[in-house]
């Protein structure tokens, strides 16, 4: 696309659907602590939202690919108008909206967050990672700093005067965190020299900020290896005084950046630390070696934000695809398919291009509803804590159990349907005259970054189905067959629902296979090889269900709409009833290939992978 | 990468293994008409041909891809090295190989010349691009071109003095090649004025040559609409005398070049003739309205060779990840994970990565057996041709059969292995310092050109399943369950060999189901809505059939081997095992869900996708 051209598009009614009609925003709207957020107001913000996406974001997303960052004299110059976005973003309070007042922040329910979060990455996801970075950053400070630090950073980082970053990868230590070898050594003022090089760091440097804080893992010289001796320091790239004024440099440099398949507006750097010994660091909280466990509370959250990455490019990408079937003329109608005097109807006629948009109108639409579940979990459990500690553990532990699913399913699903809006297209989606190959291109790091998928699978099975004593699964599946039970004999969806049933036995079965090779030295290695399988697996009987749940919704809903208003309603039975028909049988499936516990791939010996 | 630096990697133990021990080339080899070409001579040239591919081609691969093409005053300029690049290539006559000795060719199979074509494209997909339409067009002229024609145009495009196009795309006519509007208007001296609009030109321009003569798909005056009224013509660039010498313009201008997700090297251009009423065609074979039906014999040929960009996209994306695996560090072994002081060992000891390597390895295996194959059944059809017609019908039909699966199977199966494959890099693999980011980028344009997959798998169900009567397909099934029959008792590969036989019954009960849908007007759109499940079910069968052949072929050749090729032979046993118990059970139920007859797509309405 041509520089300042919006390409943007979603249907907020799709959105309202999901987070008022499926999730009874209600529900939490307008209670503590989210007293100020009733229905109008988020309808309002996201309207607003999507305003600045289509005005401000959208026409900055081909043209930032095309530019792309540079790096001039030691500094990361981003692309043509990123500034001016960045400047209006803040002014209109977007990223705030679920921020606690205490920060400045609007205190809104976070389901309502993570839909303006699904708009501002569809539009720009290059452009969205700045300040999502330094949302994540200060998100950090204010749950595990002190309070001086909370004052000084988390504000400045929430409203945009600074930026902020995760610094965890390191040229040997990706994936295996605990193998990171940069270094920390305490000052006499307390303070700490860090010295070490980070790759990989999204939005590194930048100039859309005066200021870039740095969240960086480095080992206190002594501490234990592996991540429990990582600490965790706050490492400014430009030194702060305690009024906030800046100080001048930190000895954080620029080593090089990044050229990429996709993403190619958000800079992704090489930051060496302490080459002149000048980088000062202070540890977050004063706590040493808890780095990891500091990490690991905003882990979720940049787990999920990746989810919302994947759900708002798919998403951007079917309405694109849409869009297109709608306009574009080829071919006669497949019953007048051999007579040439036939007339040429839109594509979307096409039984094979409606299957492709189906498929991607229902993994979007029960994706997002995944998503929204999750965030409406986050806002309850908040809700109720300290009122009700059981339900608020219930709903902290779907949280916990969801978000691997969020990060893996939706990130390698968004790369599929891209591709598949690509094929809808034909030979013009290959070219850049339309945004779908760009955003196949940017939707391939959704799987790797923030924890690889299969990271995601191993935090599933190796830890969070056990959590709480396996509560948490044991819950969600009662949730699921409480549904199950309620509509088994539903007139229009229980076949559907026998699909849904049969998905859950598979997925139990496969659960308990694990269990079992869990505690079986000999078969531990079944474990990993079969984790992505059984995320992906639950994954799709997650979603398969919501799709059901919002259809039944619908169906009573849309029974006095007319219109449109019942087109839509009807486009959430298809939805559903695509899904079941067409996704949950893999799922029976799945656990059968499960059950034959093959171990090829550790079996074969590297010499027979192939001479190279 | 940088320019100038080979990343192609085969393992020519693989490739000679499909091609001898698998496919017996002796069985062709030696014989007419082949008699020159021995096992010595075909390994000979396949190694002079991976040498000329890490010395020549793959060192451009990356830098053609970063330089892309440019136009210059109306001209295509390629990136540098091509042309030089170009001369060499012909000079060592890689692509006369399979080429009759009537038009200057080696007279070799084509078994030999489809495995010469995987190494030139796994190089340099976007420079064999260039050759490959050259040679496309050159054995049309030589299947139906008048005896002047060929004399005049094969030999020069097959030596690399003329280059060669398909001019099929126009602005409204991709997919629906019926609709296309350009003319033909005769003259009086026998030739005629073509005006029109082409779009998607590969090869449309460049500097490689000294001409391109373009194949022009055009509508004579008065001729029938659709795909009825079209001829084809020769149209070159250059005007040319009888002698061969050039002549002046022939008013074929470029328009303008894409700019495309991938196959950057390879220019895809708008061509406009006869924009001042001066170009001028010469119909091919000197009949008129058989455009079509001339075009359609060269398909299957454009077809394969996509099929073979694809497995020679993902055989290198293999091999590129398979090195990298063996050489990066990262993490400790499985049984020592929770040891931060564990050695860390390379990344191929991890069960995750070995399960995305020997899924790779597969699936490269198996859809390179099924390319051979196809070649083989060609090569046969021609040996027996005379000799023994109903043999030769057989070969004739496989080879019709065969074709939608291996351009379709592979080509998706390719982009999805190559973006595997940057997942089994992590981070890495996203930036452009590998070349596994361009391998993706370049693959996802094989679903779509030379017709898109869904074209292929209506093919496959609408023609080929019929064709004779349907014995093609009857014989297909024959072939896989006689060997079925033959090892359904196997010691080794019994079970896989019941896996097999259940994925047969699968595609033969949905075969079934088509052929009842094809009687039933009310059913009829359950055959577009299925074709692509189909398609994909028949090419797995084909692959698993092909792969257990390959390892049940291996076991008794690697009973005495020792070392390396012990390790070799046991890696075949992997791939099919793997296959055997990952994806072969997917086509039972593949089958079953065929079987459920869902027709959501069609019965949602255009409304309920969602308002844009």
């Known amino acids: 696309m041509s520089a300042g051209i919006n390409t943007y598009k979603t249907d907020l009614r799709e959105i309202f659907f999901t987070l008022f009609e499926q999730f009874g925003f209600g529900q939490v709207a307008g209670q503590a602590p989210f007293d100020a957020w009733g229905p109008d107001e988020a309808k309002a913000v996201l309207q607003e939202t999507y305003r600045f996406a289509k005005d401000v974001l959208g026409p900055l ?4 690919d095309r530019e792309g960052c540079r790096l001039e004299g030691g500094a990361v ?30 205190g809104g329910p976070i389901m309502l967050q993570v839909l303006i979060e699904e708009i501002l990455s569809g539009a720009n996801s290059a452009f969205n990672m700045y300040p999502g970075l330094a949302f994540g950053a200060a998100e950090l400070i204010a749950e595990c700093g002190t309070p001086e630090q909370k004052k000084l950073y988390v504000e400045r980082m929430l409203n945009g005067t600074w930026g902020g970053t995760m610094c965890l990868t ?5 994936s295996d965190v605990g193998a ?3 270094t920390a050594r305490k000052n006499a003022d307390g303070t700490y020299s860090i010295r070490g090089t980070k790759i990989f760091i999204s939005g590194g440097d930048h100039d859309l900020a005066e200021n870039v804080i740095h969240l960086v893992l480095a080992r206190i010289e002594g501490a234990a290896p592996g991540t429990k001796g990582l600490s965790l320091f706050i490492v400014p790239k430009i030194r702060v005084n305690a009024d906030g004024s800046l100080a001048g440099s930190n000895d954080v440099s620029v080593g090089s950046i990044e050229h990429k398949m996709g993403i190619k507006a958000s800079a992704t750097c090489v930051l060496n630390f302490g080459e002149n010994d000048g980088c000062v660091g202070e540890l977050v909280g004063g706590i040493e070696n808890v780095g990891m466990s500091q990490m690991f509370k905003m882990m979720n959250g940049a787990r999920i934000a990746v989810g919302i990455q994947g759900v708002a490019l798919a998403s951007a990408a ?26 040429r109807v839109a594509i979307i006629e096409h039984p094979d291009v409606r299957r492709m948009l189906l498929e991607m109108k229902a993994h979007v639409e029960g994706i997002r509803a995944l998503i929204v579940k999750l965030a409406m979990h986050t806002d309850k459990a908040q809700m109720l804590a300290g009122k009700d500690d059981d339900q608020s553990a219930y709903h902290r532990g779907q949280v916990e159990l969801l978000t691997p699913l969020v990060k893996a399913y939706s990130s390698d699903q968004a790369f599929r349907l891209c591709a598949q809006a690509i094929q809808v297209y034909g030979g013009a989606g290959y070219c850049q005259d339309y945004p779908v190959e760009q955003y196949t291109r940017d939707s391939k790091i959704f799987s790797i970054y923030e924890g690889t998928n299969h990271i995601q699978a191993m935090d599933l099975v190796g830890r969070k189905m056990g959590q709480a004593g396996g509560a948490n699964f044991q819950q969600f599946m009662a949730d699921v067959g409480g549904f199950i039970e309620a509509h088994r004999e539903h007139k229009v969806y229980g076949e559907a629902v026998k699909q849904l ?8 079965a496969s659960a ?10 000999a078969k531990m290695t079944l474990i990993p090889l079969s984790a992505n399988r059984f995320l992906n697996m639950m994954s799709e009987l997650a979603v398969g269900w919501l799709l059901l749940d919002a259809a039944i919704i619908a169906e009573r809903l849309g029974e006095k709409a007319t219109g449109d208003e019942k087109a839509f309603y009807e486009g959430k039975k298809w939805s559903a009833l695509w899904y079941a028909r067409n996704v949950l049988p893999n799922v029976e499936q799945a656990a059968r290939m499960m059950a034959l516990e ?12 192939g001479s190279i």
Chains 1, 2 share one sequence.
């Not at 997303?61 to 930032?64: A, F, L």
């Not at 692309?79 to 609007?106: C, I, M, N, R």
């Not at 308990?512 to 030295?521: N, Y």
């Open 61 to 64: 997303n081909s043209s930032g």
């Open 77 to 106: 110059i981003t692309p043509k108008g990123f500034k001016d976005a960045w400047k209006k973003l803040y002014e209109q309070g977007f990223k705030t909206v679920a921020v606690s007042p205490d920060h400045g922040g609007q």
């Open 170 to 174: 390191e040229p040997h230590a990706g």
């Open 180 to 182: 990171a070898k940069s």
């Open 318 to 343: 079917y309405f694109n695809a849409l869009e297109y079937a709608k306009d574009r003329k080829q071919g006669a109608h497949l019953s007048k398919w051999k007579d040439p005097s036939a007339p």
């Open 501 to 508: 049933a049969a998905a859950q036995e598979g997925v139990m």
């Open 512 to 521: 308990m296979a694990v269990l079992g090779w869990s505690q079986d030295p």
């Open 598 to 609: 093959d171990t090829s791939s550790v079996e074969i010996s590297n010499t027979a992978f």
